[in-house]
């Protein structure tokens, strides 16, 4: 067949309620049935556990290496040779519980790797933690807070013990959550991230960008958290608004001829100023520019005031609180650079838990915000206090610890992003880091899923500063750096130094600082693959005779596994660990040769080839979740309730890229009664194997493929079923390919539901006749169709709804599968027969004709109150120019809607289906069009039910009364909103439209219920 046939995607909506009126004896009516060992209520909490067990014990998801042995090949050659599928879990926090974000992420990773496994890809999800530096440093904290001790009590060794063994005892809570979840990771590959071999590499990575220069420690003006003790990144600081103060204090000249009134929002900062500066072309001070003033509380040990000078520079706006700012250059970003443009004196005046730190002031050792009380109460009583006025600001918080943040100078270490990268052998430079990663997604190399985050992407990168690396815990990758107490070197090694590099002294101790966490996670796409030099194996292996660890070769994960394909994300971590991933990736990478021993290009140098951003999952009324709030959901407890499969169903078939979820427990319950009715179609089926068995017929579970492919000559419902269900798999397939999982989910659900169980279920039951006389060879045919399109339909839905499938497809092979695992089954494919692949075999549709003569005359049927148990009569008026029917085709262009279904003929033939869903015992074809009350009219036909009506006439006259006033006051209604122009012309096209519609419809029913009226008989 040609797979480039495009089809006709239907609208992705639910299947219509087609409460079939008419039950045939089905699996919940037969309580006594052993229907293959499946018990009779669908309860997820008894199959659950024990599949999520299944799965890690028995390693499904352990996956080879490509090229290192084993691996069934793929029947399909094409899938044969395809690249592997590679993933990496987000690593969540080693502190973490799984959040509703997580179960979204992890739900979309999860289809994703079954999906291209099940296609017969070598499908790899790597899981691992992180160690999460300040998030699991403060757990530690608090735990010794609450036994009255703390970490400088402790000491570091201690302290850091302390927290491995926090680490072993509940650092696997999360990962045991994804375990239960079924999330079919490759467990034997789990990380930790300061587990050994990474730590090598780390520290590798620090020293070979130290050796490049790109690696320097300098004086700046950082985030600091007075709480944590750290300093922070901005991407880690959030701002509040607040109500602040502006505070004017008076500076004195220091010849006493004058003064100058400045503005400040933290005049506990005055005792560091070291100048005043003022716009340049503020004419209201340039005559003072050049002044020295007399800086007030500044005297410390009763010594005089500081002198510092008024000094003109931009930054000073005329229009902000006086247009003179005290500038300090150790606790503000800005006023560092002033005092870098000026060369200022930085003067340190709070400590690192926010004191006042200068000795000899009667201020030494206070709380920055008692200082300012004080300083202020100091100044007004000294006359220097003009006034306070409020002033709104943007305070920053350490999102950790809720401290505001507070701008400090400090020694910190930075990765130079900007500063061109020096060639190994001595030539032209190369791209500065940030630049390469910018060409990366330029070129292409990087695809977004929505594509508008490229442009935040390249935004952010375009303006990037040096990145602060290091922290202030004592919880992480310890920078491998030694300073001399000597000659004040510094020296940067892989291995701990004896001695100082610079003067041979052995008086040498290690720098404090840890990395930011996301340094280290930023190396994770090649580092959890064994990168040259760092790899475990090969460092254990390795002679020193081997030389450098950069001569060592790939190692087979790397060259199998890199780049890997995709990363699943939130927004929330684009800055944070996307860029840096693909930053760090491509610069590391484009240094490892490929496996050939060519030069490696970008494009196999990035560390994803395409990145996915997800969106949040929001509350039922589109809320935040947030715990002020109390309306977070806990995946788990929801998972308890519903069942994991119902809830990643709901998860998928909401997510839409770029729209956030709001997660709705009906929606929820409605999954769950979507499981609950394939459940119950299993039970259907396995009691007809059984009652086939008895009858001595016995389906061949080992050739269902053989029924999948269909024949001319089969009945038409199965040619009808083979036809939806291979347009379902070439929907889904073509939905996951473009991260459409709510498409995808929905054409599942309409074709499990809708085609499948609603339709097809309830026609084939008229051929599952087993007894003395019965067609025996149609029963067998029928019920070997049935079997190899529910089990098809199972590893189609198996992605999305791992236990349930896994579960009724063990019953169905009784407890024989061809595979240990449905999840190692093979995804359908297209399967049907050539004969009836090509458009010309348009009978593959007669049956959605029949479908929509049936679902109108189970409509008439209701209208007119026909008992269930009542056959009729029924006529038939093909429409002279029938439109195509509607349901999915697979029509090439030149061949939509040759087709023109002669609907009588469908009907008469298929005589045994009306009357078994739709209880019609005569079929007449009438000449001319059916207008009556008992008819319906489509585009294809005209249909009508004979029927006499046993009408209660006074009930009857009173209903059409009611319905008819109901309709004049719509059509009043609707007059009067099409005829306000003002309405017209503001609202959009498509709302007109649709009312105008709408007073259409309630016109035509307005009159139809006018005129049944009028044809009432008069009461008697
Ligand atoms: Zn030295």
Redesign the pocket.
């Known amino acids: 067949m040609n797979r480039k046939d495009s089809p006709n995607s239907p609208a992705p909506s639910q299947p219509k309620s087609q409460d079939n009126p008419f039950p045939q004896p089905s699996a919940e009516s037969s309580a006594e049935s052993p229907a293959s060992n499946l018990p009779k209520a669908y309860d997820p909490s008894r199959i659950e556990r024990r599949w999520a067990e299944y799965w890690v014990r028995e390693r499904l998801f352990d996956t080879q290496t490509p090229g290192a042995g084993a691996g069934t090949p793929h029947s399909d050659p094409e899938m044969r040779d395809s690249k592997p599928f590679t993933m990496l879990l987000p690593p969540p926090n080693v502190t973490g519980r799984l959040h509703m974000g997580h179960m979204l992420n992890q739900t979309e990773m999860d289809i994703l790797t079954r999906w291209h496994r099940m296609s017969g890809q070598t499908a790899l999800w790597v899981p691992g933690t992180d160690h999460a530096g300040i998030a699991t440093q403060m757990m530690v904290e608090r735990q010794l807070a609450s036994q009255g001790s703390d970490r400088k009590t402790l000491g570091r060794d201690a302290f850091t013990a302390r927290v491995w063994e926090w680490k072993r005892q509940y650092g696997s809570a999360i990962t045991d959550q994804m375990r239960r979840l079924g999330a079919s990771v490759d467990w034997s590959r789990e990380y930790f991230t300061m587990d050994d071999h990474l730590n090598v590499a780390v520290k590798e990575a620090f020293v070979r960008l130290y050796e490049q220069g790109l690696i320097y420690r300098g004086s700046y003006i950082v985030n600091w958290d007075p709480v944590q003790q750290t300093a922070v990144s901005d991407l880690e600081v959030t701002h509040e608004d607040r109500l602040g103060k502006l505070y004017h204090i008076r500076y004195p000249f220091a010849d006493g001829t004058g003064e100058i009134v400045v503005a400040t929002t933290r005049p506990e900062t005055m005792l560091g100023d070291t100048a005043v500066a003022v716009n340049p072309t503020d004419e209201r001070y340039t005559a003072m520019i050049g002044k020295l003033v007399s800086l007030p509380l500044s005297g410390v040990n009763g010594a005089a005031n500081r002198e510092i000078p008024i000094l003109a520079d931009v930054w000073a706006q005329p229009e902000f609180g006086t247009g003179a700012v005290k500038v300090t250059p150790a606790h503000d970003p800005n006023d560092f650079a002033i005092g870098q443009r000026h060369a200022l004196a930085s003067i340190t005046v709070l400590d690192t838990a926010a004191h006042i730190d200068l000795p000899g002031s009667p201020f030494h050792g206070m709380d920055r915000f008692a200082a300012r009380e004080r300083i202020v109460a100091a100044l007004d009583a000294a006359g220097l206090l003009v006034e306070i006025r409020d002033h709104n600001l943007a305070i920053a918080i350490s999102q950790r610890s809720g401290a505001v943040v507070e701008p400090r100078l400090s020694m910190q270490w930075f990765l130079a992003v900007n500063r061109p990268v020096p060639s190994a052998e001595g030539g032209a430079a190369r791209a500065s880091i940030a630049q390469t990663a910018i060409d990366a997604v330029r070129d292409g190399h990087i695809k977004f899923t929505p594509s508008m985050y490229e442009k935040t992407y390249m935004e952010w990168l375009a303006n990037i500063h040096d990145w602060c690396i290091s922290r202030q815990l004592w919880w992480g990758h310890r920078i491998p750096a030694w300073h001399?107490t000597?000659?004040?070197?510094i020296t940067v090694a892989r291995e701990t130094p004896a001695a100082?590099n610079?003067?041979?002294?052995a008086d040498?101790t290690q720098e404090t600082d840890v990395l930011d966490t996301w340094f280290s996670s930023g190396l994770l796409p090649f580092t959890v693959f064994g990168w040259p030099g760092t790899d475990a194996s090969l460092l254990s292996s390795r002679s020193e005779a081997e030389g450098p660890a950069s001569s060592l070769g790939l190692t087979p994960d790397l060259a199998a596994f890199y780049p890997t394909s995709v990363l699943v994300t939130g927004f929330d971590i684009l800055f944070f660990w996307v860029a840096r991933m693909i930053m760090l990736g491509t610069h590391f990478m484009l240094d490892v040769a490929m496996p050939d021993g060519s030069p490696r290009q970008l494009a196999e140098a990035v560390p994803f080839r395409e990145v996915y951003i997800h969106a949040l999952v929001r509350d039922a009324n589109r809320e935040k979740m947030s715990k002020t709030k109390g309306n977070v959901i806990d995946p788990i407890e929801i998972v308890e309730r519903f069942g994991t499969d119902a809830v990643r169903f709901t998860l998928a078939s909401m997510a839409s890229p770029g729209t956030d979820i709001a997660f709705s427990e009906a929606r929820t319950e409605g999954n769950r009664a979507f499981a609950n009715k394939i459940w119950n179609a299993a039970r259907f089926l396995f009691m007809n194997l059984d009652r086939a068995r008895e009858a001595g017929i016995e389906v061949d579970l080992s050739k269902l493929a053989n029924a999948l492919r269909g024949t001319v000559d089969a009945p038409i419902e199965t040619k009808w079923i083979l036809y939806q269900l291979n347009t379902t798999v070439i929907l889904v397939n073509s939905s996951l390919d473009n991260y459409r999982f709510d498409e995808a989910a929905n054409y599942i659900y309409q074709f499990f539901w809708g085609d499948f169980c609603d339709w097809y279920l309830e026609i084939v039951k008229l051929r599952l006749n087993y007894g003395e006389g019965s067609d025996k060879t149609a029963a067998t045919e029928a019920l070997t169709t049935l079997v190899a399109v529910f089990e098809a339909a199972l590893r189609l839905s198996s992605p999305f709804m791992p236990f349930i499938t896994e579960e009724i497809w063990h019953a169905l092979y009784r407890g024989k599968p061809p595979k240990k695992s449905i999840a190692l089954a093979e995804f359908p494919g297209w399967h049907l027969d050539a004969s009836l692949s090509t458009p010309a075999n348009e009978d593959m549709r007669e049956l959605q004709a029949l479908i929509e003569v049936i679902g109108e005359i189970r409509s008439l049927r209701k209208d007119f109150g026909i008992p269930n148990h009542e056959r009729i009569e029924i006529q038939i008026h093909p429409a002279d120019e029938p439109a195509t029917l509607g349901a999915i085709y697979l029509d090439s262009e030149e061949n939509v809607s040759l087709h023109t279904p002669d609907i009588y003929k469908i009907a008469t033939a298929n005589k045994e289906i009306l009357a078994g869903l739709a209880r019609v015992n005569e079929i007449s074809l009438s000449a001319s069009p059916l207008t009556g009350a008992n008819a319906r009219s489509t585009a294809n036909f005209d249909v009508a039910v004979l029927y006499e009506r046993q009408i209660d006439i006074p009930a009857e006259r009173e209903r059409l009364t009611k319905d008819l006033a109901k309709y004049e006051k719509g059509l009043v209604a609707a007059e009067r909103q099409l005829s306000n122009d003002s309405f017209i012309a503001k609202a959009p096209a498509p709302i007109v439209e649709g009312l105008r519609k709408q007073a259409a419809e309630t016109r035509t029913l307005h009159d139809k219920t006018r005129a049944a009226l009028d044809a009432l008989p008069p009461d008697n």
């Open positions: 001399c000597a000659c004040h070197a100082c610079t003067c041979g002294s040498i």
